[in-house]
């Protein structure tokens, strides 16, 4: 995390622009504005949060200086250096690995928020929640330099998490990209928002009619169509040995096909052990890497994991991929050093998960056991042929059985 040389010090155009669009232009905006963050004392900090709490519902004091002691950044004074008046304050959680996870399944209580879920002042975070924003008849000047103080934090970049408190908040949110958290987290709460790094997050930099779509394999064709994207990836553009691309475990695991526009763009697999499953194999073609393809194979894989139940996704990701893959809240395994193999460096990482709240285990409907991977909301072809069966054709079955047996 970077920090302000000093209270008056300008954010100023970072290194690393994470975000493109709208966004992106207010973090350029925000050099040549007149408002500017700045840290402040608990005086300087009461009276406007007192000025907020007739406006919004606000946590008490005593949880706020709690958060504070834990993380001193977090609440930063809006002032304009025109009239040299504070007018407003921008507070933030800086959430790591465990409170990225806890914000898109709904365990994080903006109330009273469990500072074990928050960053200190010298980690960088894994997404960035909105805690407030209060700035009376100047949100609309605010957000420039509020944008920019969030790119500061993560130059490699993060989710942007946020609430809409009342219909002006909310159609601002909406111009500048925000949409629900639940496109990309379906676990996620109602009422939170988000905007992603990368242009992903405003509907201008997406690209037009463009289809995505990642299913579970089922057929030998959706097979190869994966074989095919892993080739051109792994065995055309890292120059692997056959043999190590297709390492003999593609039929004891689940492969992810990516689509889009229904042409065979990318691919995943996921394989399982008793404690963890293991991702790997994710693999995009050039042509589509800019597109939300590989965010999605992620989320996908992900969620199929929650679902079968699994507490911890276990991976290898390459050097220069491991900022791409904690913000998804994956981190490097704690006291594992990097390893090579194929000639590149990986790091190992970890993923902790809350199962899904309809996680597939041994009570479950034994009808649905027996689907199709991944395809569990599904009626399955057992129970197709249940409902089609005739009466002749259980008597035929039965009669076999009797014959069998005799």
């Not at 993560?154 to 408190?165: D, H, I, K, Q, Y």
């Not at 990516?258 to 394989?271: F, I, P, T, Y």
Request: proline share 7%; net charge neutral.
């Amino acid at each position: 995390m970077k920090h302000e040389p000093c209270p008056d010090t300008l954010h100023k155009a970072p290194a690393i622009q994470q975000f493109s669009g709208v966004v992106g232009r207010s973090i350029q905006r925000a050099t040549h504005s007149s408002i500017r963050l700045r840290k402040a004392s608990w005086d300087r900090l009461q009276p406007v949060l007192e000025d907020a709490r007739k406006a919004v519902a606000l946590t008490d004091d005593d949880t706020i200086r709690r958060v504070l002691v834990h993380n001193p950044d977090i609440a930063r004074l809006i002032h304009d250096r025109r009239t040299d008046a504070d007018i407003g304050l921008f507070a933030y959680l800086p959430l790591n690995a465990r409170g990225a996870m806890a914000i898109v399944s709904g365990g994080l209580d903006g109330a009273a928020p469990d500072t074990d879920l928050i960053c200190r002042p010298d980690e960088a975070p894994t997404a960035v929640y909105t805690w407030l924003v209060h700035a009376p008849g100047n949100l609309a000047r605010a957000i420039n330099a509020i944008f920019a103080c969030v790119d500061e934090l993560a130059p490699e970049g993060c989710p942007l998490f946020s609430r809409a408190v009342n219909p002006h908040s909310q159609r601002l949110q909406r111009r500048m990209g925000f949409r629900p958290a639940q496109d990309r987290y379906p676990g996620a709460p109602e009422w939170l928002i988000m905007t992603e790094p990368g242009g992903s997050a405003s509907r201008e930099d997406r690209p037009s009619g463009q289809k995505i779509e990642v299913r579970c394999v089922r057929t030998i064709d959706e097979f190869m169509q994966v074989a095919t994207v892993r080739s051109s990836v792994y065995i055309a553009e890292q120059l692997c040995r056959y043999e190590e691309e297709f390492d003999g475990n593609d039929f004891c695991g689940t492969q992810f096909l990516g689509l889009v526009d229904g042409d065979a763009a990318g691919c995943a697999r996921l394989r399982y052990f008793g404690g963890f499953a293991k991702l790997e194999r994710i693999a995009v073609r050039p042509q589509y890497r800019t597109s939300n393809l590989a965010a999605e194979l992620m989320r996908t894989a992900i969620e199929h994991c929650r679902r079968k139940g699994f507490r911890k996704i276990y991976g290898h990701a390459r050097h220069d991929l491991i900022p791409y893959y904690q913000r998804f809240g994956c981190q490097p395994a704690p006291g594992r050093p990097p390893f090579s193999f194929a000639n590149i460096e990986y790091q190992e990482m970890t993923l902790d998960l809350e199962p899904h709240q309809d996680a597939i285990d041994i009570d479950s409907d034994p009808l649905i056991l027996i689907r199709q991977e991944g395809y569990w909301e599904d009626l399955g072809p057992l129970e197709l042929s249940i409902a089609a069966s005739t009466n002749e054709q259980h008597e035929a079955v039965q009669q076999n059985i009797r014959r069998f047996r005799g």
